[in-house]
């Protein structure tokens, strides 16, 4: 197949990104021609909560791809509309997780549809944002109305998707493992190098209200009765970070909580996972995650929140545990647990076993499928 990517990639940064160059990566290794256009820009940096949009890692995830598209700029969306319709692809694939982007996907595929047989496909991390904007519903609407296969990776957006567009044409597949990190490091290598010591939790990625870091805090003073160990906090705080210090302080766990405001860059990423006893995500609202993806390729298990795909990933008891959203005393509970009955290497077997349906292969496969119909 003749298949044109639409998305962000290396220099800029994040996990969309990253996934576009594992699935371009995927794809051209199966045999197809792929070609990638990617974003000029992402965000006006007066919305962007983030020092930097640029992946300043050393060792980034790049990809042969042509920076061709602008969705800040509304003079481009028609002139890329053309260039997609002009390689005569068969199928164009965009990835859609916030609507911000609906009216530069829509103008881009109303032209392209106009000019060119190629089928559109999206690639759905959320049907619905997690933090609503007026306008949202209408955008992505728009862009469904043009899209005529979908592919989602949980049955939360596979839900969400069927209440936008009843009709949809889609398929479920979980979404693939980052290993683009490097091998798992020393234990105690890696926890001198964040420096810390002893039994460790982590709480990865970008701080908002819905994943739920306030709900973590709360529940560390009945963790730290039981297991005294150190929760590290990485990752940018996108709203107030002052308010997760102040609680820090007021709960008086300042000696047990290690906050890193920064990006990771991807050469460091291992040794945060290497360094960890378990991920925590105490997520109030989820659609899926990334970041259990990063976990399980380094075999890390996970306590995580009963919402949204979080429960069709981890599996409780069995490779991490599950407790109900907002809820400190049940996470705290789960977290001891997870110590006082030695799950670690029971729960590392049980991830090693489960990562073949994790693969890349197997979701380009998925693609293959849904644009053979």
């Known amino acids: 197949m003749k298949i044109i990517l639409v998305g962000p990639a290396h220099p800029l940064r994040g996990g969309i990104a990253q996934f576009g160059a594992l699935l371009y990566n995927a794809l051209e290794k199966r045999g197809h021609e792929v070609s990638f256009h990617r974003f000029i820009r992402q965000y006006p940096k007066f919305l962007f909560p983030g020092k930097t949009q640029k992946d300043e890692s050393k060792s980034p995830v790049e990809v042969k791809s042509i920076p061709l598209f602008d969705p800040l700029n509304p003079f ?30 829509f103008a881009v595929l109303l032209v392209a549809k106009l000019l060119c047989r190629g089928k559109v496909m999206l690639l759905v991390h959320n049907a619905i944002p997690h933090e609503k904007r007026p306008g949202d519903m209408l955008f992505t609407r728009l862009v469904f109305s043009l899209t005529d296969y979908f592919i989602v990776m949980s049955e939360a957006v596979k839900d969400d998707l069927l209440k936008i567009k009843p009709q949809a044409k889609f398929i479920l597949t979980p979404h693939p493992l980052y290993e683009v990190f490097g091998q798992p490091r020393g234990v105690e290598e890696s926890r001198r190098a964040l420096g810390v010591s002893g039994p460790v939790i982590l709480f990865f990625g970008f701080v908002r209200e819905y994943k739920g870091l306030h709900v973590l805090l709360d529940a560390m003073p009945g963790i730290l009765k039981k297991i005294p160990l150190t929760l590290v906090v990485a990752g940018e705080f996108y709203e107030d970070k002052e308010a997760y210090m102040e609680q820090i302080a007021r709960l008086g766990i300042g000696e047990n909580v290690k906050v890193l405001d920064r990006f990771i860059p991807n050469e460091a990423v291992s040794d945060y996972f290497s360094a960890a006893d378990a991920l925590v995500l105490p997520y109030l609202s989820a659609t899926q995650s990334g970041i259990t993806q990063i976990a399980f390729a380094f075999d890390l298990p996970v306590i995580a929140t009963e919402v949204g795909g979080l429960p069709e990933v981890v599996a409780d008891g069995e490779t991490g545990f599950l407790v109900p959203p907002d809820d400190p005393a049940a996470l705290a509970d789960a977290v001891i647990k997870y110590f006082q009955t030695d799950n670690s290497k029971r729960f590392r077997e049980n991830i090693r076993r489960e990562k073949g349906r994790f693969s890349w292969d197997a979701f380009a496969e998925a693609v293959e499928k849904l644009a053979d119909e």
């Open 76 to 105: 481009n969306w028609p002139l890329e509309g053309a260039r997609i319709a002009k390689e005569k692809p068969d199928v164009i694939i965009l990835n859609w997780w916030m609507p911000f982007f609906g009216p530069s996907y």
